[in-house]
């Protein structure tokens, strides 16, 4: 199995192999045991000191053979291997394996590793991926090949270049192509029914305790409401938000699915290190499922609007359904909070405060209402943090 490993040598100056030919069928061998060694350093380089003996004396094994595939990348030499068939798979598996222990290479070798990563991946943005059956169910590629597996390969590549490069300007392309591939290779036809996904879900479910007897926050409820919202309506839930809620009363930029425009003033989050958290990805068609489980992005003004709603400043259509989401539905034996239709009820100051908030890839926010005072606040925040006390605080003072 490892000709090519046998028959390479060292080159001393830069600790990169030279195969015998740059091609990706000779850099599978030495690839493969690059692999092996990540896993399992010690073992493998036990067993195969006695053919890189002078490699190993100088530096891990599998360092130089992660720097010497990747050296030998046409992206970072004339002639070298790179682009063929099978050849995201190489990459992928090369840079995974040097991930494992990325710490230890040099510089000069995270650099060459990294730009075979882009290279590759680079080439699969505007990939056309292919399919084994068309929507109407009829074969569209070659009887028996279902490029699952080319699928499957072609995203790893693209996935790696996102975990090594986060911050890189292709990071959303590499991201939706990853996510369009990896769902081609391994959904079966029937997860487009996205009913049928949440239903069987539900049919299996274990609950912990009998519905109605006790109060547990659940993000698959909000999940379930927006597909039966669908189902009844059949329509998208982003075109139910906007023709229900949002036309009423001023909220423009409010949707689950942003327009070109949106996207331009879209504000990424952030970690607890400042570190930009890429923004959600949206799923792309009917895939409606998700979306009224923290899937609405919204701005100050919009959601100021939304609480004068709340607040009944708005006298629209809406009006007695908001009247009921904020009736108690469950008192939680007299004690608080209390639970509305979406809305926790707190004691605050001897009244009542509705309030919710929530959180998702590094944004944060909170409402917070009194109807006994007519004023509100919402807090939000793109970064990790806590805007619950913040808002609070804020909403007594306005009493």
Known sequence: MFENVASTLCHSSHFHLLFVAYSSSVIRDPLLLQVGIANQPEVLKAHWATVFTLCITFVPLGMIVAGS???????????????????????????????????????????????????????????TVPYYRAKDGTIAGRQGDTKAEENAWNSNVLFLGCAMMPKHENYDKWYNKALELAISAYAHPKDVDSERRMFAYMENANLPFTPG??????????????????MVEEKPFNQILQERICSKIGMLNTATRLTEEQEKIHVFGHDENGEIIRKQYTPPGDYYMLEACGGIKSNAHDMVNYLAANLGYFDTDLNA???????????????????????????????????????????????????????????????????????????????
């Open 321 to 399: 359904a908001i009247r009921e989401s904020h009736k108690v539905h469950y008192d939680n034996n007299g004690k608080y909070p209390k639970i509305g239709l979406g809305w926790h009820i707190i004691k605050r100051n001897g009244g009542d405060v509705y309030t919710h908030g929530g959180h998702v890839g590094g944004h944060r926010s909170y409402m917070a209402f009194s109807h006994d005072s007519k004023a509100g606040v919402v807090v939000m925040i793109n970064r990790n943090g806590n805007p619950d006390t913040l808002c609070l605080q804020l909403l007594t003072r306005l009493k």
């Open 69 to 127: 595939v990747a050296f030998r990348h046409r992206v970072n030499v004339d002639g070298g291997w790179g682009g063929g068939w099978q050849d995201d798979l190489w990459a992928a598996l090369a840079g995974h394996a040097a991930w494992l222990i990325w710490e230890r290479f040099n510089d000069n070798d995270k650099e060459l590793i990294q730009k075979m990563v882009e290279w590759e991946a680079n080439r699969r943005m505007d990939y």
């Open 213 to 230: 007897t006790k109060y547990s926050y659940s993000n698959i409820g909000f999940t379930i409401l927006g597909c039966v919202e669908s």
